[in-house]
């Protein structure tokens, strides 16, 4: 019988055989898979393992200081990497949805490509692939899957010459989630939702400006800070908020105002390929709408996307 602590033991000396004194270097995400493969790996090889933390300029608000302190906790050799204005000027003018990922997917290799050729004799890149990437191998930019995702960006970066390492690519999420709290992994990182790699950049719809970003990510903490705080957020599977490129008319005191609309979605899903939109409390949606338009400057309307998947996706691009 499968049980997260045995897999555990016989993962860990199993990589400990395989590895022996050998470099590894890792993107980590913030993400579930990518924080309990390197957990295992570092369980295994300790400060052999080289962690790379990039700030793409698309997470979520205070989340890369947040994310790399409680890497740091866990004992982790993990380097931060402040890449916001490479990004920025990557995504320049794109306003199309599949060049701004594969904008973002080169920029996300150059910078880690970068960053692994300052660690010397460095042997394997390790990944946080698992099972359902493996038979799906569908384009994702997440730093566990981009990697192979990008082969076709212009010739291969040294870093893909390096021997891979997988060890969560037999297990399901939830397996990964129990391996995870069995590592003693902070049950806030295990229980996050899913987030898309190429982060806020598709939630905003057209050009994306670091100014765009920072009205995104003060409205998205609101809603996902009302959601814990309302203990509703392990209730959605995903939730998220579209900045749309659409101004409307408001009225603020006697000042008619023209601001940006933005668009609340929560879904409840097991997987990501179907989902229905979650049916919050009128209540919570009342408050968190209030609270986003007092406080955020440049938005003056607030619409709940209620479309379920398929048709619609989860994300808005
Ligand atoms: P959609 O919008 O296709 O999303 O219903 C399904 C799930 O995939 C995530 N998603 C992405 N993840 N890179 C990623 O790493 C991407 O380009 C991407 N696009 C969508 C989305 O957040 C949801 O969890």
Sequence with gaps: DWTAESFVEQTVQHLRQRLGNDRVVMALSGGVDSTVAATLVHQAIGPNLFCIFVDN???RKDEFEEVLHSYQDMGLNIKGVDAKEHFYKA??????PEAKRKAIGKSFIDIFDQ???LIEEVKW???????????????????????????????????????IVEPL????????????????IDPKILGRHPFPGPGLAIRILGEITPE???????????????????????????????LLPVQSVGVMGDERTYESVVALRAVTSIDGMTAD???LPYV??????????NRVKGVNRVVYDISSKPPATIEWE
């Design 57 to 59: 300029g698309l997470l």
């Design 91 to 96: 995504l320049a003018g794109l306003t199309d």
């Design 115 to 117: 960053e692994a050729h």
């Design 125 to 163: 890149l390790g990944q946080g692939t698992i099972y359902p990437d493996v038979i799906e191998s569908v384009s994702i930019n997440g730093p566990s899957a981009t990697i192979k995702s990008h082969h076709n960006v212009g010739g291969l970066p040294d870093f893909m010459k390096l021997k």
């Design 169 to 184: 690519n037999t297990l399901f999420k939830d397996e990964v989630r129990a391996v995870g709290k069995t590592l003693g």
């Design 212 to 242: 765009k970003v920072a009205i995104l990510q003060q409205v998205d903490a609101i809603f996902i800070g009302g959601l814990r705080k309302w203990n509703l957020y392990e209730d959605v599977w995903q939730a998220g908020v579209m």
């Design 277 to 279: 939109w979650a049916h």
């Design 284 to 293: 919570f949606l009342a408050e968190v709408s209030n609270e986003i338009i």
